[in-house]
């Protein structure tokens, strides 16, 4: 090219540059066209920017939005921000909005920080809540405010095709029912990944394509055209395709608009829409009838109430019968005199479910004169530690008897022997707070269930009550491997990412239902039917279980102490070489054809372990040629190909 030439391109590309320094806004209309999850033009907006100041190395700037979501409420944005132009081509920016939803007038404030160069932005941004919870107009007896969360986002542009740009955004929200994709799928801290596209022909038009994926396999396609005016540029250069490279350059970008997230992302929390109260206690002799009367305080109108069938009151023959109302009922008292229970959850027109509530009932013999006696016990107990025994003495009317002698025995059960005894069999009942209680001690180190009976001593005056004493809740130490039939006294010293063990067999004590923890999620987890998974590290861990609200204790737990290496496997597929640096990336190495036959024997049948019953391809092992060919391991059988091209995709291994 000759310098005259050149110098006229020079001159053409400087005065563009001069055209655009003139711009003192922007104006940006944005139609979605097509969305996944939404109705459609659902988020389409209306954006300004203006500079109130501009100079050449920083701008002050005022932004308004406006755009509706998929309920029609109208979203209004405003926010104030600076961007200072360094000397290196490189500005940094922040900025401050506020964000109301003019429908329900829920408010949040955002923070953001910029940092652009030519055909490069990065954009953070904070959101947090500012009006408090309030009733929802779009969940029924739920609660809403504003979500609280972040995200970042990289946008860039080819410099040889300034027309085509991509940018990937990733969002955090934090809380319970969070509606990052709609209030038909609430979640918990949920986040989301975005990817996108865009092409402007010219400055003022732009087409974009979105896809936004989340956890619980939710996601969302947006397809949008931005038509974007320049105030104080010329039309000519808005419609010029020349122009675009401009528009991408530091100097170009200067009036865009700030990425951020307008939508206010929405959480709820249930409402407390039904309260249950019942009476603390109530009293009568054996077989009568007593009444009760229920209080409930209820958003919606009182459906019923639903009486729990696992009461011990019902399950000792006692019932109870519905009155006038659903508020009032008619309790028939069990045939023998004891301590029992009633519990109650009641139930909305909406079908919400309240709070469960009980009344405590003290059945008494009927018998006119004689000192009644009334157990203060809880009917479990466990064999490693006395339980107390006390119970209550009154009058025939009613009033504490203190003074009174109480002799305790057993009458049927388990108990017999050293190994079940009482610390005092005959017990005066003494005066507490206005309350006569005789008090003793049963110790039973043999699980099952004892009856006790507390006689007004030297008479036939007497009440019975079944205490169950069970074993504390232990796991033996065993374990049974997902690929063997017999139980093994350790887990093997050399670990499989993604195997099984099972502990159900192992556990004892308690009622035999049990529930299960371990002490570190993220290295082995445990599920309710007692089978631990290894995951993909190396570390100690401890399994412990719990029955009837007791826990095992450190030396009935299980303890597994990490092993001496670990056959990671992975499903992802990678040629050799690949497979081989991601291994020595992680101090790692491709294990040998032997390490797979060593430790996979230590495991027993691999087609046991779901992970690798699903795997039908091969596994590098470890080539000690330099041949374009190497041999591959197969978990499920223990099959071995020696003749994998290395350039094929295949499972990757590493043994740690």
């Given amino acids: 090219m000759s310098n005259y030439a050149y110098a006229q391109v020079s001159q053409l590309a400087s005065d563009a540059f001069e055209k655009w320094l003139k711009q003192y806004g922007n104006a940006r209309i944005t139609l979605n066209t097509q969305t996944q999850n939404s109705k459609a033009l659902a988020g389409s907006s209306a954006d300004l920017l203006f500079g109130l100041h501009n100079q050449e190395n920083r701008l002050d700037y005022i932004q308004f939005d406006t755009h509706y979501e998929d309920s029609d409420d109208m979203i209004v944005n405003v926010g104030l921000g600076q961007r200072y132009f360094l000397k290196n081509n490189t500005m940094l920016g922040y900025n401050l909005f506020y964000d109301q939803n003019m429908s329900s007038n829920v408010t ?10 030519d055909y490069f ?40 095709y300034a027309q085509l740009g991509g940018h990937v955004k990733y969002e955090q929200y934090f809380g319970d029912d969070v509606a990052l994709f709609g209030t038909d799928h609430l979640q918990t801290n949920p986040n989301a990944i975005t990817v996108g596209l865009s092409y402007t022909p010219i400055p003022l038009v732009t087409f974009a394509a979105d896809y936004k994926k989340g ?10 055209v931005s038509f974007n005016y320049a105030f104080g540029i010329p039309w000519s250069q808005q419609i010029s395709p020349d122009a675009v490279q401009i528009r991408r350059s530091l100097m170009g970008s200067r009036f865009d608009f700030v990425e951020r997230n307008n939508d206010i992302v929405m959480q709820y929390r249930k409402q407390d829409v039904i309260k249950l109260s019942l009476p603390a206690s109530l009293s009568g002799e054996i077989s009568k009838q007593v009444p009760l009367t229920a209080s409930v ?89 006395a339980e107390p025994l006390s119970v209550i003495v009154t009058d025939s009317a009613g009033n504490p008897a203190p003074g009174t002698s109480i002799t305790f025995s057993t009458t049927s059960g388990i108990c017999g022997g050293s190994d079940c005894s009482f610390s005092k069999t005959e017990v005066t009942a003494k005066d507490e707070s206005g309350i006569a209680i005789a008090s003793t001690t049963l110790s039973d180190t043999t699980d099952g269930p004892v009856t006790v009976t507390a006689c007004i001593t030297g008479t036939n005056n007497c009440t019975n009550q079944t205490i169950t004493f069970y074993d504390p809740p232990a796991l033996t130490g065993q374990l049974q491997l997902a690929g063997k039939a017999l139980l093994d006294n350790s887990l093997p010293s050399s670990w499989i990412s993604n195997t099984q063990f099972k502990l159900s067999s ?151």
């Fill in 108 to 117: 949040r404030t955002g923070v953001g920080l910029e940092l652009w160069r």
């Fill in 121 to 160: 932005k990065f954009s953070g941004n904070g959101y947090f809540a500012l009006s408090d919870w309030q009733d929802s107009d779009e969940l029924q007896d739920y609660d809403e405010k504003a979500a609280d969360g972040y995200d970042i986002q990289i946008e860039g542009y080819l410099p040889s």
């Fill in 215 to 224: 956890s619980d396999s939710l996601d969302d396609t947006a397809i949008s």
């Fill in 297 to 385: 305080d209820t958003k919606n109108g009182l459906d019923h109430i639903q009486w729990d069938p696992s009461s011990s009151l019902l399950k000792a023959n006692g019932s109870v019968t519905q009155g006038s109302d659903a508020t009032h009922f008619t309790v028939t008292l069990p045939p023998v005199a004891g301590q029992y229970t009633l519990k109650g959850i009641a139930y909305d027109r909406h079908n919400n479910a309240s709070n469960s509530a009980q009344t405590q009932f003290t059945v008494i013999e009927s018998s006119a004169g004689n000192p009644q006696i009334t157990f203060k016990t809880p009917e479990t107990a466990w064999t490693d530690r």
């Fill in 506 to 656: 192992t556990a004892q004590g308690g009622d035999g239902h049990y529930s299960w923890e371990s002490s570190n999620e993220d290295i082995a987890s445990v599920d309710q039917n007692g089978v631990v998974t290894i995951k993909d590290q190396l570390a100690n861990f401890t399994i412990r279980i719990t029955s009837l609200g007791r826990q095992s204790d450190d030396a009935s737990s299980l303890h597994i102490a990490k092993g001496n290496e670990m056959l990671h496997v992975s499903s992802s597929l990678a040629t050799y070489d690949d497979t081989k640096a991601n291994c020595e990336k992680m101090g790692r190495k491709i294990p040998a054809l032997a390490d797979f036959q060593r430790i996979t024997a230590m495991w027993g049948n691999m087609d046991s372990y779901p992970t690798y019953q699903a795997m039908n391809k091969y596994v590098w092992a470890e080539s000690e040629t330099t041949s374009d060919v190497g041999t591959g391991y197969r978990m499920r059988d223990g099959a071995n190909y020696p003749n994998l091209l290395k350039t094929d995709p295949e499972y990757q291994g590493c043994l740690e």
